[in-house]
């Protein structure tokens, strides 16, 4: 059979599995790169020839996602997760380490096309880093051993089914456990509870709970629900955003690992109040290893009528759930994007309004909420709103699921009631010394020690979950430019402040990272950083210069010390922008050099 | 106390063209008759139009081009070591301008082509007497700390009146439309 | 807020700009509400054709108090709108240079001079320079089309040909791809090549680009300077022009497209 000839079956077998939808682009895509381990211009034109949708689109979608590639990458696509706690856990190290094993420069691959080495954002693994994904998926606490252990399969080509199971084990690290993770309902029993208080009744105790998002916004649950049983539509969907890409979160991998039922029952609770019939799991391809699993549960729930038709008995409920696998984007954790995306297409932030609940998946009413989130709706089905509302602050009710990593003797997840204050959370894992605690990952606040008597709650320091910690041997700087980059890699691209804020406080802190920097560095830091807050799209660039802002306020030494004593340097090494002419002309003069000027 | 100031004396300006056409200067020439007005204001220190070859002391520079090789680097730095007031004159010096449009490509490619005899033969010179290339062309705020920027390819004759007429009174040169152009 | 609040008529539908009244129509944003009584907001990505996109961010204005861009916020009876304030024409500034730092933006050898938006945008808010250091990114220049030049260099992503193509022309020519500042209008053909593509002279998307990204070939400078669009008088003064616009650059050589303009 000839290429030619696979390469068509391939595609149509995937066209198959997806009806055809271009919608399902994303899903389709994911399922041809598994095939051919790349999407060539030439696949995706045939892709977009099957598809009966314009070229551009298919590239449109695919240039858009980190994990989907344009040229061959090799039979082994091994990417580090380069989140700072990676970093701080020495990943640099092993990245070279691994690169030197095969001569390789990052991202470029192999000659043999057996094998790429790259950086990738993080992966959520920050408690039991160094991370990598190799061919998506995940491999944990990497160590020179580990490293060449992962060289040599990859050199002997052993199939990745066959390598070692230890090292794909992913573990919980469950280190506090509270009315969430400490309880173990019967399968179906949130669902059963849920409607024996009726749609309006399940309502009222949401609206009682006063339930808010987990995912950083923390908007009120019951009133999302309202809005999109309320909204004219001909489908409701209920999407659970299990994107969970902000540096430094790593819950909902816990939570969709051993809590699946949780979420999912928690997905048919909010279908049964708002009258759904399709929910969507987003599930980031990092957490691609937790697929078969899901599915596995989903399936379990079909056979005890936990989905399906006629939910648990009741006459014309009828629920099921896909998954839809992200391909490599933190915007998508936006909701809008994550709905783009959902749709096939680059995960681009809309207009809002309208917001999801009135226009949404498909244009229809949407829930998203996080996979926390319906976690929680499972509590409230079972103990009902009063008893939730009971828990927490009167502004933040029940309790906060925190991803604990950094420096601290044991990181991992701690669930804690709203109010816990940031030098309990110190103390519970271990943190001695801590000189600095990001709150809510890369977008989040940069806590000096002056700050950890204040609490967790939407109203004083919010969380999506992320808690890194930093102690005294760690460098502020050097934290803040990493999340420069992590933002300047994901940004969209859609709006202009975010686009070009990114790129220039990457580049001006990768200036003062070399000693180029001055005061005016220091001053446009925050002068950018002021307009991508107030002028961005999204989230993503309003928040993007948070932890600059906060660093170069409360760690302002951290940067001093890497100023130049003039107060101008240019961005660049003059002698080294003369270095080609100079090799051209066969020179060495003294002219053909130029010093710094002082 | 308050009694409007006479300028204790002439104030010194240098003017240079790095990688640019000379018609910034040009245009410095078109504001005609006020020259005279200018002279009875301002005397040169290095310039075109004195042919002197190195700045001293000066007030006011006023830097035409782009820097595109290893000596404009070093003229620049001389007119920003001397100068209290440096200005971007002109497109070039703001942006890198026409001769930026060498950025899209390589210096080496650049420098290949240039220099490729009809036998195919590459020759670089390696003259010393001859200014090595940058890999790129810079707007020259991105070499030296720059006080006011003067766009125009070239500024009008007025335009640059009405910026050289604000300096000199001690006001913040502005320039608005219709005298406000980037062509 | 429900919609029945600014159902149209009631002579009570205004807001103010700048402390000034505009009236507006139910379902008008307030961009469009503002042009049309005269007001001007700038903007970059907007269009009175195509739907509001919002990617630009120049019309960035504070409404009661919050962020946000004119032209995708509905006006509302009542509204207070801080538009033209020196701290928001401070931040448009920094968009401006954002936006040429980013390109290559060489104005002197561009047709579009003179009847460029971003340029008489930079005009309007006294741009002197760009301020941040330029990228010099390397971008495609595709001229295989025989009417019309498609030069990314000058490219500002606002994606009016995309819309304008798909929208207008039905036809779905460009579409922007890839992510962040790789981010690159791409236009739909096997060989990726404009000649290659559905584009015709008479499309909207061949004469929307509010730079000089996409521009008729054989036209050159054809207008003197002094009598282009934005040399008579800002862009800030023109609004009635941006109101109503259709197409800044008459191809006066490319007869063919002259003919099929309309309104």
Redesign the interface.
Known sequence: MSDASELHDLIEQVLQRYQRRPDRLVQILHDIQDGLGYLSDATIALLAERLQISYAQVRSTRDFYAFFYSEDRGQYRILFSDNVTDRMAGNQALFQQMLDYFNLQPGKVSRDGLVSVDLTSCTGMCDQGPAILVNEMAITRMTPQRVNQVCALVSAGVPLAQWPSGFFAVDDNIRRADCLLGASPEPGESIRAAIARGREGMLAEMKHSNLRGRGGAGFTTAIKWEACRNAAGEQRYIVCNGDEGEPGTFKDRVLLQSYAGRVFEGMVIAAYTVGAQLGLLYLRAEYRYLRPRLEAFLAGMRAQNLLGKDIVGVSGFDFDIEIHLGAGAYICGEETALIESLEGKAGKPRVRPPFPVACGYLNQPTVVNNVETLCKATEIAIHGGAWYEAIGTKQSTGTKVLSVSGDCARPGIYEYAFGVRISQVLEDCGARNAIAVQVSGASGACLSERELGRRIAFEDVPTAGSFMIFDKQRDMFEVARNFAHFFKHESCGFCTPCRGGTALISSMMDKIAEGRGTQYEMNELLRLQAVMKTSSHCGLGQTAGNAIADTVQKFRPAYERRLAQTDFVPAFDLDAALAKARHLSGRDDAHAHLGEEV | MNAPHELPQKLRIATTSLSGCFGCHMSLLDIDERLLELATLVEFDRSPITDIKHCGPCDVGLVEGGVCNAENVEVLRELRRNCKVLVAFGACAITGGLPAQRNNREVTQCLTQIYRTDSGEVAVPNDPELPLLLDKVYPINEIVRVDYFLPGCPPSGDTIWKFLTDLLTGRTPRIEHPLLKFD | MSDNLNSGLDSTATFSIDGRRVPFEAGQTILQAALAAGVYIPHLCNHPDLK???????C?VIVNGR?G?AC?ARAMPGLEVENDTPALND?RR??LQ?????G???????EK??NCQL?AL???L?M?????????P??VVDASHPDIWLDL?RC??CELCVRASRDLDGK????????????RV?????S?LLKDSALTIDDRAAHICPVGAILPKRVGYAVP?GERQF?Q??IGHQVDYLAKRTIPIRPVAAETAAATEGN
């Open positions: 509001p996109h919002g990617s630009c961010k120049m960035t962020n861009s995708t931040r920094v968009l954002m936006l040429f730092v980013e290559n933006h060489f104005c002197p050898g561009c001079s003179g340029q930079a005009y309007d006294e002197l320079a760009p301020h941040f250091r330029h990228a010099f390397a971008r260099n500002i992503m779905s020519v460009f579409m922007l791809a890839g992510r962040g500042t790789n981010s791409v236009v739909n053909s096997p990726g300077i040399d008088a800002t």
